[in-house]
Structure formats: C-alpha cells, structure tokens
C-alpha cells in the first residue's frame, strides 16, 4: 500500500517551454500532496504544499507563477513549470500524505521527475 | 520555522562497522522524525522513523534514538554492508503542520 507514481520519470525540453509533472496516489487518499526539488547532491528543498481543493502554499522564493500546483482531487496533483529555463532543470519529487494521517506527518514519496531545460 | 542540521555530511566505514548519523532541530513541537535512505536518481525511502511519545526504537540493524530535551536524534546502522552505502536524511515534522523540513543529507559510504 501507499503507493505514489510520478510521470513523467523524465522530460527534456528547450528554454521557454512549459512541462507539466503529474503526481498520482495510487492506492489511498491524498488530502496533502508536497512538492520537492532536489539539485545534484543536495537535500529535498520543499517548494509547495498541495492541499486538495484549495490553492497551494508556496515556500519563501518560489514563484508561485512560474510553478503552477494544481491539487484537483484526492489522488492527483500537478506541477506546472511555465517557461522553463536551463536553471530549472533539476529532480523534481513528490509525495503524499495520507488521509488518516491526522497527527504525524508520514509521507511517501513518488520517483521523482528529471527535468532538464536546454 | 523549523530549522534541522545534519552531522557529518560524509561518512566512510569499513564494512562491519556501525555508522551513527546525527541531526538536531530547533522546533519543539516537532514530533515526528522519519530517516529517509536515497540512492542515486531514486525516490527517498523511508528506513524508520520516531514520534515523539518514545526514546528509542529499532529495526534489525537499523536504531534511532531521540532526545526531546535537547532536541536532537540519531540514526545508527550496525554491522554495515555495502548495500547501505547511500545518502541519508533526517526530517523533522510539526503535528499540524503539514510541512516536513529535512536535513542536508549524510552521504554514507561502507567499505568491502
């Protein structure tokens, strides 16, 4: 069980263009779905958190513009990176908090997106 | 906001030998602490974790402790094997909050 896909695993598209990651709990209910990126030997930085039906919150310094999270149901999110730029590639991962978790915080985490920007 | 330092970024050991991971966090209502293991282009997955009710839980080789008082916890892996070798990151979680803000990563090596 607690199973999140991502698709696509990886895109590489030229500068200016939009790309679009979805964000899929496969086997539970998601109500809060959070949004990572990840540069090469660096940590997860959190850049949104997703909550189903509501707009997202977005951490300091993440254009919320640029990075367009759309939470439409309780098992899908997505994250829209609009005009793309070489300094956008990175690994993008998500993951999903359950439904039944009212108290702490488990989430599981989807394989993650490879964007690279030309 | 939550703030969580991870020590030491680097770890080498020889196989056989225990590795011990360190991370504070400067929240105290933090009261859920995952480790997560990563391997290189590969999701985080999560190893164990500790709410904030107990002092100590293990999993075959793999322990962590945590010391709310002094706001810190730690992972300990024994008898290591060079399938451990990978980056390892602590998280720190608020009940409530949604948010779960993680250490820089530790990037473990085990020796054959």
């Known amino acids: 069980g607690a199973v999140v896909s991502q698709h696509p695993s990886w895109v590489i598209c030229k500068s200016g263009t939009s790309v679009k990651i979805e964000c899929r709990s496969l086997?539970?209910?998601?109500?809060?779905m959070f949004w990572y990126r990840q540069f090469p030997k660096q940590s997860l930085m959190l850049m949104a958190t997703?909550?189903?039906?509501?707009?997202?919150?977005?951490e300091q310094g993440v254009e919320k513009d640029k990075f367009l999270i759309n939470h439409a149901s309780l098992t899908l999110s997505t994250l829209t990176v609009t005009s793309a730029h070489p300094e956008d590639s990175s690994f993008y991962i998500c993951?999903?908090?359950?439904?039944?978790?009212?108290?702490?915080?488990?989430?599981?985490f989807g394989p993650g997106t490879r964007l690279t920007v030309l | 906001g939550e703030n969580v330092e991870q020590h030491p970024s680097t770890l080498s050991v020889q196989e056989g030998d225990s590795a011990v991971i360190k991370c504070t966090y400067s929240?105290?209502?933090?009261?859920?602490f995952p480790w997560y293991k990563q391997e290189l282009g590969k999701r985080p997955q999560l190893i164990i974790d500790?709410?904030?009710?107990?002092g100590e839980k293990k999993d075959q080789r793999i322990a962590v402790t945590l010391n709310k008082t002094a706001k810190h916890f730690s992972l300990h892996i024994t008898e290591t094997q060079p399938e451990d070798s990978a980056v390892y990151f602590c998280?720190?979680?608020?009940?409530?909050?949604?948010?779960?803000?993680f250490g820089a990563g530790t990037r473990l090596f085990v020796k054959a």
């Open positions: 998280a720190a979680s608020i009940a409530g909050g949604f948010k779960t803000i």
């Open positions: 500790i709410r904030s009710n107990v």
């Open positions: 086997d539970f209910q998601a109500t809060t």
């Open positions: 993951s999903a908090r359950a439904r039944s978790e009212l108290v702490y915080n488990e989430q599981f």
């Open positions: 929240d105290s209502a933090s009261n859920y």
């Open positions: 997703s909550n189903e039906g509501s707009k997202a919150t977005y």
